[in-house]
């Protein structure tokens, strides 16, 4: 869709080739580490019964020393799964958001990509662009069916259910990346940015990277679980935030996307960032709000997904 053709174009001009992803391995693995610390116990069991269930399993739980470790290395990798399956390894279809079995819940036969279940674009412009309709299938519709079929009174299938807790590991972190939350239109960029992927930016680290990809990158890219959890638990780290508990317990993905778009209008696109596609130095004031805000959205998505699970599987 609109999102990976923007990022094939930057990857282009960057000589880049990476899929558009949210939060990178390192931001996912992470948020599944904290919520997963705050899971009750007997629902970790349940937890573990039905990602066995997914077809990696061995893979994300190879090296572990122990089985309860096991149990914690495949919550922490199931949690990139739904970017995995955009490789060239796993030979799943790029599909469109339009296609008939764009809305889909079968499990795992379902072997399409489904790129566009992983944001909803809350299209806007700040100087009168058109804009275009929305998407029939995205985060929200996605999220909405498959937190309804997580708990067993569900009556769906557990192969079902394992794909859907798979899903929802990565999904609930996406939702909380601004960037997926948004396309912004203008007149140098009238086609939309698909969430920042078509301005491009320079931080202090002096790479010219996609803002997008700049969001994206605050907690690192791949990683082995024991990586994600040292970084987590280490001073300063994931792990160690407050959430407003209030804040915790709205559970509509709608609400949080529409968080997400009010954050990405007050912290990324603002100054200096520009409404073209010229890449613009970033700002000391810019990066550390931009940190501050990613940090505290991942904090968030983390007691948000706990939550979630413990609601669905108790």
Same mark, same amino acid.
């Given at each position: 869709m609109r999102r990976l053709a923007h990022l094939c174009a930057v990857g282009g001009a960057l000589g880049l080739a990476q899929?558009? %992803? #949210?939060?990178?391995?390192?931001? *996912?693995? &992470?948020?599944?580490?904290?919520? =997963?610390? &705050?899971?009750?116990?007997?629902?970790?069991?349940?937890?573990?019964?039905?990602?066995?269930?997914? !077809? /990696?399993? !061995?893979?994300? @739980?190879?090296?572990?020393?122990?089985?309860? $470790? #096991?149990?914690? =290395?495949?919550?922490?990798?199931?949690? $990139?799964?739904? /970017? /995995?399956?955009?490789?060239e390894d796993y030979h799943y279809t790029r599909d469109k958001a339009d296609s008939p079995t764009a809305g889909q819940n079968i499990g795992y036969a379902d072997h399409n990509q489904h790129a566009y279940w992983h944001f909803k674009d809350t299209n806007f412009s700040p100087d009168g662009t058109p804009l275009p309709p929305d998407d029939p299938?995205?985060?929200? @519709? &996605?999220?909405?069916?498959?937190?309804? #079929?997580?708990?067993?009174?569900?009556?769906?299938?557990?192969?079902?259910?394992? =794909?859907?807790?798979?899903?929802?590991?990565?999904?609930?972190?996406?939702?909380? &990346?601004? %960037?997926?939350?948004?396309?912004?239109?203008?007149?140098?960029? !009238?086609?939309?940015?698909?969430?920042?992927?078509?301005?491009?930016?320079?931080?202090?680290?002096?790479? $010219?990277? #996609?803002? *997008?990809?700049?969001?994206?990158?605050?907690?690192?890219?791949?990683?082995?679980p024991f990586g994600a959890v040292f970084d987590a638990d280490d001073k300063g780290g994931l792990s160690r935030l407050s959430v407003n508990a209030a804040s915790a317990q709205i559970a509509d993905p709608q609400a949080w996307i529409d968080e997400s778009f009010e954050l990405a209008k007050q912290y990324a696109y603002v100054p200096p960032v520009s409404t073209g596609d010229n890449a613009v130095l970033l700002s000391r004031d810019y990066e550390t709000g931009a940190r501050n805000i990613a940090r505290s959205q991942a904090a968030l998505a983390a007691a948000r997904l706990a939550r979630l699970i413990n609601t669905a599987l108790q």
């Open positions: 899929p558009a %992803l #949210a939060w990178w391995d390192g931001g *996912h693995m &992470q948020i599944a580490y904290v919520a =997963y610390k &705050q899971l009750d116990a007997p629902v970790k069991d349940k937890v573990d019964a039905l990602l066995r269930l997914n !077809p /990696d399993y !061995p893979k994300w @739980t190879a090296g572990a020393p122990d089985d309860r $470790t #096991a149990r914690l =290395y495949a919550f922490i990798h199931a949690a $990139t799964w739904a /970017d /995995d399956i955009k490789t299938v995205d985060i929200v @519709t &996605q999220l909405r069916l498959m937190i309804a #079929a997580l708990p067993p009174s569900s009556g769906a299938p557990d192969d079902v259910r394992s =794909y859907d807790l798979v899903w929802i590991l990565h999904l609930v972190g996406d939702a909380h &990346q601004p %960037l997926h939350a948004t396309g912004r239109f203008t007149r140098p960029i !009238p086609n939309g940015d698909s969430g920042g992927n078509a301005e491009l930016v320079i931080p202090a680290t002096g790479e $010219t990277i #996609a803002l *997008h990809a700049y969001w994206d990158s605050f907690f690192g890219g791949y990683v082995s």
